[in-house]
């Protein structure tokens, strides 16, 4: 038996206590790269794994990556920014490093720097260009002073027989008669 209308009015179906808030379980994932900055990549997904695969990948190929989670009626909180140019760079810096030759950089060199292999290697860099500098110096002063020696040691063999010789106004064949003048002749 059917309630009449006048009961139907005054019950109430208990309300839900449940979120009826649409699309809470949503993730997305906005890509940017700096040489297209207007065609950003978006990625919504309900699979939180997948989302973290897709910043992940992102990352890897170079692009700023922003992580967001679903508040509800299209408003996006973000949980995580990642920089996938200045890993790009950092993990380039690190690998520059072993290719050169260079120490690695020490676990207390900034530590939570997120430059800081780069930072490293530039200093590095300037140390040995600043080593190699001093080293050509001293080798161009050393060939300097080396020719210089063999200037001098040329110039003395040179003129020996003639410092060791006496003077040409001592030696017989150059000695001036003496000459008896009067005084008036002078």
């Known amino acids: 038996m059917s309630p009449t209308p006048k009961q139907a009015r005054t ?6 206590t449940g979120d009826r808030t649409k699309n809470v379980t949503s993730w997305r994932v906005e890509a940017s790269w700096d040489h297209r900055p207007d065609a950003p990549v ?14 992940a990948d992102l990352a890897d190929k170079g692009a700023y990556v922003i992580f967001q989670e679903h508040e509800g009626w299209d408003r996006w909180r973000t ?11 950092e ?21 939570d720097a997120d430059d800081r292999h780069r930072t490293w290697l530039a200093w590095m860099s300037a140390r040995a ?16 002073a080396d020719a210089r020696r063999r200037r001098l040691a040329a110039e003395a063999h ?14 017989p064949e150059n000695r001036q008669r003496a000459r008896h003048i009067t005084g008036a002749q002078r």
């Open 42 to 55: 978006v990625i919504r997904t309900s699979d939180k794994r997948q989302a973290r695969r897709k910043v």
């Open 129 to 144: 260009e600043a080593d190699r500098r001093a080293a050509e110096q001293a080798a161009r002063e050393r060939a300097e």
């Open 11 to 16: 019950h109430r179906r208990k309300a839900a």
């Open 79 to 89: 949980v995580r920014e990642v920089d996938g140019a200045a890993l790009l760079a």
């Open 91 to 111: 993990r380039d810096a690190e690998q520059a490093l072993a290719a050169a030759g260079h120490p690695p950089a020490p676990p207390a060199y900034r530590p």
């Open 158 to 171: 040179r003129d020996a027989r003639t410092l060791m010789s006496p003077p040409a106004i001592v030696r």
